[in-house]
């Protein structure tokens, strides 16, 4: 390529003014007119602040101290302003919801060409013009409460393509979205490419979900540095991700415990290019030499429910003769596509709603009776955003809350206290003020304030949702050990990963109907339930089918007891 | 989401007055408020009260939509009106420069034929105004009424200001619930039981955590307004702003003459700004 690079950064060192140390070392980085990038890296690495310097935030809402040089169409960054930048350089965030500033899908779109001082009737050409290039035409006039987390992004996307930039940023596109959501996103921004020859960079840590669809090369960062600048099959190839802590597409990892070299020449960076001649006798052997682990859980019932029949308004039923039998000891998960109902079930155990019709027994009991308080000592729930729950400055008070609450005594308090701390491995940390704590540990003080009423049963929302994988295994496994104390556990969540590793069962619910009640290894591969709940089938499964295994189910199965197995060694 | 939260419940009606432009909605509810806050002529000020009802009906907002600010309109008049009467019994004859009097209560309490019918005069003053602000609220989209804020001149970061608070306000509506409901299952009581002194502390117990969830949107939203260019230039257009039609010249026009023939009432009629019958 003899073109100049569109951004260049060189020997570019960045300190936010709050921090002690640089967050951006030496960056080196030249990208191309039309190229398609992915930066990745664990939390923390920098690469959202990689980002912040492209689209000027920095320095323009965080101020630092810069090193080097970056140049954004040939041009120092430092020598222009947001406002300029915010025409070449469109940026779309995380959390599309948070971001939509405008009462309807139009005005969100019409944001930026209202700043512009456009009038109204050149403005309302282009963004019905920009809503037919993301499929929006249709929905201008709905407002962000009528719209799906995918549609929300598409609002996003137009809204920074209504001035012909050069350069589309996304910052953590999948973070907030489900994964079928998340693989039409994916699909989305290709087409733009492909179409609009746009140069597109792509920050994200969930690769695999990604590399639905080719992308050029694949910086990863770790520790504020560059340490590769790769194509996807180089870098799948090699120990770099393992070593930064970012997860590996999951096929790979079924070829690596299959003992199949990894190596560049049979493509391994895409399911849809690699290579399968090579590598399915030892897959099929690999698969063979598993021995099917059986382990019926055989505990009594903690958590039944029968016929429940819900609806808010007294119209539409929101959840509809739904039964399922939980047993102690127990880890499930509960799916479904947003809307599905999955919150207004962990309303009803809770006892925030009551149900129309139906039952809900607690190892046998009927629980209709008991109030919200005394539900909590037999289910506890905790939110998806800890800060939504913390409300003490100190972290031992915000634990004692719920005794507090009940006039335990001080003494028992105390002791209770300590030992729930010491449990979810916060002891070290018992006088320290919340605020000093990361959002990891924030969540584990959350399920510990939760933990210390002593419930039988822990509805978590969303647990992992933002964290990368290191801090993912982290929250997981101190589930793990929760569980293995005898608390049964009930995860809401989208995470595919999540489900197939940790839950060996899982609950689907769609349109308000429970639709499967099953192994997460069949939900995760049976075509129907994957479309009704908005999920993807994991690449485990596309391995079995490429290498024509028949029964993708027990493959993916055989993968997750073989996986456990390992770890628990 | 069960409940879809509508601040002012702003439905998407078509009448002749929802396709007003907002912009022309604020100038006529401004004329309109400024005639009656003028005049104290009950004959004027029925007048216009029966014009805003009928335009109330013409926009077809029903009962239940105001029921609730009807109930507190109702209360503030009635408090209102025995307050002033208890305070200042003369102010009525004071103003009309006459005094009948129509019958005798305790002390110095006399009741006047003139201080009736300022009172009744001021009662409907400000109830003629409410059915007014009531179109005018419930008949404009909310980003409408931020255009509109800002072509009558205020500035538009304070007029984005409020179609951002309407847009964020059900986030934080429903962000409230959840917080209150995972606090009431820690054991927060929040009832009436609950003893007056601890009832403010519990309170906040739910706004800590409401404002610090909320911390973290404001840097977004604010991140996100900055990328597209927020606050760039001096002004900015609305794509929500409506080419002015005749019927908005008419509305426009209609209003600006009720206002005048009031002016004119009181300038030529009453020769000043009270009607007095008791001359």
Redesign the interface.
Known sequence: MDMNPIIEFKDFTYQYFSQAHPTLHDINLAIYPGEKILIVGPSGSGKSTLGYCI???IP??YKGEITGSLAVNGRATADQN??EL??QVG?V?Q?S????????A??DI???????????EP??DR?RRVAGMVGMEALLKSS??ELSGGQKQRTSLA??MVHDVDILLFDEPLANLDPATGKVAIEIIDDIQRKSGKTIVIIEHRLEDVLHRHVDRVIVLDDGRIVADLNAHDLVSSQILTNCGIREPLYVTALKYADVKVKPEIDPGYITTLECESTKKDLVAWQKSIVVDERENTNPSILRMADVTFS??GERN?LEDIGFDIREGEMVSLVGKNGAGKSTLS?LL???EKQDRGQIFFRGEDIAYKT??E??EII??V?Q?P?????KPMIYDEVA??LR??GVDESEIQERVEKVLKVCGLSPFIEWPISALSYGQKKRVTIA??LV?DPKILILDEPTAGQDYRHYTDIMEFLVDVNKLGVTIILITHDMHLMLEYTPRAIVLSEGKLIADTDASVVLTDAEIIRKANLKETSLYNLAQKIGIEDGARFVQNFIDYERRIKNR | MNTKFKLFSYDRVDTAIHRLSGLTKLICFLFLSFAVIYSYDIRVILLVMAFSIAILMVSKIKFSQIKLMVVYVVIFLVTNAVISFFFSPEMGSELLGTRTVIGELYGRYDLTAEQVLYQVTKLFKYASVIPLGMIFLLTTNPSEFASSLNSVGVNYNAAYAVSLTLRYFPDMQRDYRDISLAQQARGLDLSHKAPFKDRFKNALLIIIPLIFSSLDRIELISNAMDLRGFGKNKTRTWYTSRKFTRQDYTAILISALIFLATIAVSIFINQSRFFNPFK
């Open positions: 689209n000027g935030l323009f809402a947001i406002f915010s025409k940026t965030l959390d919801d948070g971001q939509f500033v405008g009462l309807t139009g005005e019409a944001f930026a060409l209202e700043n512009e001082n456009l009038p109204v403005m309302r963004v962000p409460f809204g920074v808010y308004d929101v309303k809770c006892g925030f919200i308080k539900r909590a506890g729930a939110l955003n800060n939504q729950m913390i409300s809350l719920g609450f009940r304030s939760i009423l």
